[in-house]
């Protein structure tokens, strides 16, 4: 028991072996500030959504299906063009840090 | 035109309160299609007299995916505005504005842009800006600029060498020998541009997917295969912009 307290501690002050991504650098780095705002509550146009605070899994879902043409609605254009610029595990890493946003 | 005086009403009415979808006017698969026809917001944007210092604050909109520095993204999403003749970045905004480009992930923000004097302004601020030491060259894919260990493919050379021959065949006419393009005939300068913004334009022109696209260009692209663009794509990026380059930064490698 004592041991694995001890591997938790250990855990918890190492960083992992690998990199987890940077949501909130990613959000600004791959253009979504753009159009929802630097806070995600700001959106460009007010038929844009605000993003902040929003469900990590359904932020992904949405941004996985415009990015595959499965929802082409609305303002869905505008985004598609810039979605090739993330992958799946970045959009995962987005959409968790939206869902923190307030 | 309605569209567009709607755009404007509403435009002066503060777009907060409605969304203005993209006009849609006719272009280049019009058979009454003038390319570049004078008039409107892009001539009285063009006859006054851009204000670099208001254009500054215009500009903070376009930075967001054009970058403060105007150097646009190596892998070509958005092109490089940086070094581009002021007449060249106030047609295409105003096409866009229009109607006449379709663009719908600019559109909105060359929409928030209030007038035509902002339009001048904010070409105004880019021609200030020195042109980046670098932007996307041959085969940059999505990411790669991100990738501090890319490497050019090894056939670069031979596209660069195929491309030249292709570009002093029929390019070099209208956008000059080093591509430099012409400011006041509205020809756009390509040199130095990013690699896939090239490509991806010149397609779209040759399908006639660019609405405002001269019909001159349409004419000489038609025949040219994916393969062509590619290899002329790659020797338009190899070149240098002319104009001012930024200085590169002490300590760092070009």
Known sequence: MKFVMTLLAAGLITTPAFAALDGAKLYAEKTCNACHGPKGDKPLMPNYPKVAGQNAAYSEQQIKDIKSGARNNGQTAAMKGVLHLVNDEEIKAISEYLSKLK | ?254
Not at chain 2, 200 to 217: C, F, K, L, S, V
């Open chain 2, 1 to 254: 035109m309605k569209a567009s005086l709607l755009l404007i009403s509403l435009l002066t009415a503060g777009i907060a309160f409605a969304a203005p979808p993209a006009p849609k006017s006719e272009g280049i698969e019009g058979k009454d299609y003038k390319w570049n026809a004078q008039g409107g917001e892009k001539s009285e944007a063009l006859n006054k007299k851009g204000d670099a210092k208001a254009g500054e604050e215009g500009y903070e909109t376009c930075g967001a995916c054009h970058l403060p520095s105007g150097a646009g993204r190596p892998d070509g999403t958005f092109p490089q505005l940086a070094g581009q003749h002021t007449t060249v970045l106030i047609k295409q905004m105003a096409d866009i504005r229009a109607g006449l480009r379709d663009n719908p992930t600019m559109y909105p923000f060359a929409a928030t842009l209030t007038d035509a004097q902002e339009l001048a302004n904010v070409a105004a601020y880019i021609e200030k800006l020195c042109i980046p030491l670098d932007h996307g060259h041959y085969d940059s894919k999505p990411g790669d600029n991100m990738d501090k260990n890319w490497k050019a493919p090894a056939d670069t050379d031979k596209r660069i060498a195929d491309g030249k021959a292709l570009y002093e065949k029929e390019c070099l006419e209208c956008h000059g020998k080093n591509g430099e393009g012409n400011k006041e005939k509205f020809y756009p300068v390509i040199a130095g541009q990013h690699y896939k913004y090239l490509l991806r334009q010149m397609t779209e022109i040759r399908n006639g997917h660019r609405r405002n696209a001269n019909p001159d260009m349409v004419k000489i692209i038609k025949k040219y295969t994916d393969d062509q663009l590619i290899s002329i794509s790659a020797y338009q990026a190899s070149l240098v912009m002319p104009g001012n380059m930024c200085k590169p930064k002490a300590g760092k490698k070009k």
